[in-house]
């Protein structure tokens, strides 16, 4: 009984010890001055609005996501839509999502950001409240209200009218433009997630993919010597589809994506074994005709 009463304790005192990192955080947050622009400080002020809603209601795992996306926006950094991996969304909701954030980061990147920064950040917000929400699947109302709100804030995006193709002159048609050099994505030490300022690179790519027209793209991942060849190898391939999954959700079919992985084997800056460098850390994105 004794040995029982220890674990109980034990474990309510490793609960409050997380929820007092989480209040310390958010008050860290909430004492910021947001930098960057319109869109990135709108995004500061509905973030840290969630993580004081799941705060109150006692889930400290989101509390802490939001918080630091909170921070990340005061900071001026670059703020998406949760990617669809990092959660585990029910299968009869799942298509929906991935066509609402798909539609969602192409408003984004066509202006909506600059555009109708509020609106822009209340739609991310509030996607991202949406999954959260989704993934838990044990709050009907609570969902409804985080995708209603969505629905509400992306009418409210505008973005840039598309540019009418002009009629040809001539009958000849024009030379293909050559395809562009290969976007190279950097990634942090052990890590497969897409900073802010390198999502900036792919959507560049896919900007160059609608403009280019390219017969396939690869995407090839790369890390560094540090660590285990094996465990590199697996790393490699998670990166190329985190960057495939970014590239598939901005509109490039599925088809037109070849991955490959290739560890530790073809760096850009040789160290020899067991070295951290960062340019070898990376996913190159590669047109071919």
């Given amino acids: 009984m004794k040995q029982l009463k ?65 921070k990340a926006a005061a900071m001026g950094e670059g703020i998406a839509p949760q990617a669809m991996a990092e959660r585990t969304i029910p299968k009869f909701a799942k298509k929906t999502m991935v066509k609402e954030r798909a539609a969602l980061v192409s408003n984004l990147w066509n202006g ?3 555009l109708s920064p509020k609106a822009a950040a209340k739609a991310v917000a509030m996607f991202d409240c949406w999954m959260q929400e989704q993934e838990e699947n044990n709050q009907p109302p609570d969902i409804a209200a985080c995708r209603k709100a969505f629905n509400i804030a992306k009418l409210d995006i505008k973005t840039r009218p598309k540019a009418k193709m002009a009629k040809p002159m001539m009958k000849k048609a024009a030379p293909r433009a050559p395809m562009p050099a290969p976007y190279v994505v950097y990634f942090g030490f052990d890590s497969a997630e897409v900073s802010g300022s390198e999502m900036v690179k792919i959507k560049q790519a ?83 005709r």
């Fill in 206 to 288: 896919y900007a160059d993919y609608r403009l280019r027209n390219p017969g396939k793209i690869l995407v090839a991942g790369h890390t560094d010597t540090s660590g285990n060849k094996e465990y590199n190898q697996g790393l490699s391939r998670y990166r190329a589809a985190e960057v495939s999954n970014r590239l598939m959700e901005l509109g490039v079919p599925r088809k037109m994506v070849q991955r490959s992985r290739h560890g530790e084997v073809a760096p850009v800056v040789e160290t020899g074994d067991n070295a951290r460098e960062g340019k070898n850390r990376r996913v190159t994105i590669t047109f071919i």
């Fill in 6 to 70: 220890f674990f109980v304790l034990a474990g309510l005192a490793a609960v409050l010890v997380t929820g007092c990192g989480s209040v310390q955080l958010i008050d860290e947050v909430s004492g910021m001055k947001p930098k960057g622009n319109a869109f990135t400080q709108a995004a500061y002020t509905e973030y840290l609005m969630l993580a004081k809603a799941e705060q109150d209601e006692s889930d400290i795992d989101d509390a802490v996501f939001f918080a630091n996306k909170a």
């Fill in 112 to 114: 909506g950001e600059e």
